[in-house]
């Protein structure tokens, strides 16, 4: 038996060379115009940090965030859990990048630098890049935010982050890769240049904004330890040996291509922090840095090299 | 509803017609990337949601284009490192969005098959008229593109309706890939003309894998070789049939692209294995063997211990 259909079900309005939206250009990488990192350098190794906070209260709507807070109200293991790695995980992070000379990314959550000053003067300290990733994991960026809401939210973020920190803050992370369809236009209006949400590449590309453009930057998500470790409940070595391999297909397509590429190590202080993983995490920095040709950047110094390079 | 597909009876893994495979190959291996598009602001379909996010579902939606962006293009040249030519599982609508991809698939000398018109176009509740459309709208793209006929088809997203495998045949669609019930082809039951299945894989396939079983990078090579070494070993029998689906924006990563490297390299390693594609592994049974399986099916199954 078939009924009578969905009427205009196979009406296809987007169907047209490119891409089903207007924010950015489709791109087959091997057409990409080859980029020379500083020094030649075949793979910029960019260290993003998730530095976030999530409300024992937060909303379970309109979904929630990857590594939030699932269990009944009140849950202080996973609250407890979480606020771990900003009192203990990320100063081992710090402490395992400090003594190899790495300077990372951090993806603040505003909330994390205003509840936590002490905090967000090692941040500072250490020189990492701040990039603003939202109020906190409760306040998601999503369709169904109302335009006034969403610049406000915007607005909170980035304000915070700007009275708590002398550098300049240019990146935005939306809490869980979440956009609504204007958050690019908002970012920009609120002055900032790169963004950090759409996982389709390994390389910067152009992005349209209202007022401006943007460039979008390879953040990992497959290849984060929150997928990875949290949500696949894989082991440590197994995050590490999926790191490995990436960091080896990226070295060699580079010297293959002529091209530079990036190896994004997307961690979690309240999980690569822990104790039984962060001997682990410097091996791993390690087994990198003793390639010729890595070149240890921030996000913001990537973006810089690739508009110079590309 | 029904309680079974209907589209074929029991048939024992004993006692069938035995299968060679041209050359006396013993397995015939083939490859099915499927080629997709998940479009940002999708219809709703009234028995699947397409995205688990609200609208648009940034996360999800970017993480399949970096299949069309990247993922694709490793694959590409890992399969033709290895001689070994793809059956693309196609949204025809890619033909149009990303040509140049499609240009790289005729360049390998891959087949085009239709996965419908975007993987985010269900078939659930269609009527037969649109599902005509659809199947007549693939059959347009792919010639268009590739000068190719449309011989398979595995229905978007798996959401085929009750109706889906007889309109199929009467459309001229010659192998459908909606049913795993075998690893050999098989005659399908349809109401006018002539269907057959063609073995696809939800065990070996990617999205199971990595998405949904959490399986590390090294047991995806490990899960391949095994499933390789059995069917290699029960085609000295009878003639068996290996599927392996892929997804670019999975295997397409660079930390899983080696996997399927070592994967093919120890297949291609074997005598006696037909490397084909779908319309190859079809048109050769469907010659030799369809009229041979429909016989015995139609004598209730004869031979094997009993």
């Not at chain 2, 693309?88 to 149009?96: E, G």
């Amino acid at each position: 038996m078939s009924g009578p259909g969905i009427p205009n079900y196979l009406d296809y309005p987007w169907r047209r060379r490119g891409l089903d939206h207007d924010r950015f250009l489709h791109r087959n990488l091997p057409q990409a115009k080859p980029v020379v990192w500083p020094g030649k350098a075949r793979v910029a190794l960019w260290v993003a940090i998730h530095v976030a906070h999530f409300p024992m209260d937060m909303p379970r709507q309109p979904f929630v965030a990857p590594g939030g807070v699932d269990r009944p109200y009140p849950s202080y293991w996973d609250y407890t859990q979480r606020d771990y790695g900003s009192r203990i995980g990320i100063y081992r992070l710090m402490r395992a990048l400090d003594a190899r000379g790495l300077r990372a990314t951090a993806l603040l959550n505003a909330a994390v630098a205003t509840r936590y000053p002490a905090l967000a003067k090692e941040i500072a300290a250490s020189q990492w890049e701040i990039v603003a990733a939202g109020v906190d994991m409760g306040r998601l960026h999503h369709g169904g935010l109302a335009k006034t809401d969403e610049r406000a939210l915007v607005k909170e973020a980035v304000g915070a982050l700007r009275g708590a920190f002398k550098s300049k803050i240019r990146g935005w992370h939306s809490p869980a890769h979440s956009e609504s369809m204007r958050t690019l236009d908002l970012v920009a209006e609120a002055g900032l240049d790169y963004v950090t949400d759409w996982i389709n590449d390994d390389m910067p590309y152009p992005v349209n904004a209202e007022s401006g453009k943007l460039t979008a930057m390879p953040l990992a998500w497959d290849l984060s330890d929150l997928h990875l470790l949290f949500q696949q409940h894989m082991d440590t070595s197994e995050f590490v040996e999926q790191v490995l391999r990436a960091f080896k297909t990226l070295y060699a397509e580079a010297a293959q291509t002529g091209s530079g590429r990036i190896l994004t190590l997307t961690i979690t202080p309240w999980l690569m922090g822990q104790p039984h993983r962060i001997r682990a995490l410097g091996a791993m920095l390690d087994r990198i840095l003793e390639h010729v040709g890595v070149w240890p950047a921030t996000g913001a110094e990537i973006v810089d090299a690739w508009h110079a390079g590309g | 509803m029904l309680a079974e597909p209907g589209h074929y009876d029991y048939a024992p893994y004993t006692g069938r017609p035995r299968i060679v495979w041209p050359g006396d190959a013993r397995i015939a291996v083939w490859l099915a990337p499927n080629i997709e598009h998940y479009e940002l602001e999708p219809p709703n379909n009234p028995r699947k949601v397409p995205w688990p996010r609200p609208v648009p579902d940034v996360l999800n939606y970017s993480h399949r284009d970096y299949g069309n962006r990247v993922g694709f293009w490793r694959l590409a040249d890992v399969m033709a490192r290895h001689g070994v030519r793809g059956s693309v599982s196609l949204n025809v609508a890619v033909c149009d969005h990303y040509p140049e991809i499609i240009e790289r698939c005729c360049e390998l000398g891959w087949e085009l098959f239709s996965h419908g018109t975007y993987n985010t176009r269900y078939f659930y509740d269609l009527s037969e008229d649109q599902q005509r459309a659809v199947i007549a709208d693939s059959r347009e793209t792919i010639l268009k593109y590739s000068g190719q006929s449309l011989d398979g088809w595995l229905t978007p997203a798996i959401t085929n309706d009750e109706t889906t495998q007889h309109v199929l045949a009467e459309e001229g669609i010659k192998y459908t890939l909606d049913m795993v019930h075998d690893d050999q082809p098989m005659p399908v039951k349809v109401r006018n003309g002539r269907l057959i299945s063609v073995p696809y894989s939800l065990e070996v396939n990617d999205v199971p894998l990595f998405q949904n079983r959490n399986t590390p990078v090294e047991r995806y090579t490990a899960i391949v070789k095994a499933q390789f070494d059995q069917l290699y070993a029960e085609g000295a029998e009878s003639g068996t049939v290996m599927c392996m689906p892929l997804h670019p924006y999975l295997t397409g990563q660079p930390q899983r692209i080696a996997a399927l490297d070592e994967a093919l390299a120890h297949i291609v390693a074997h005598d006696g294995v037909w490397l084909a594609t779908g319309r190859e592994i079809a048109a050769w049974y469907t010659e030799y063997y369809y009229d041979a399986f429909s016989k015995w099916l139609a004598a209730g199954t004869p031979g094997g211990r009993r």
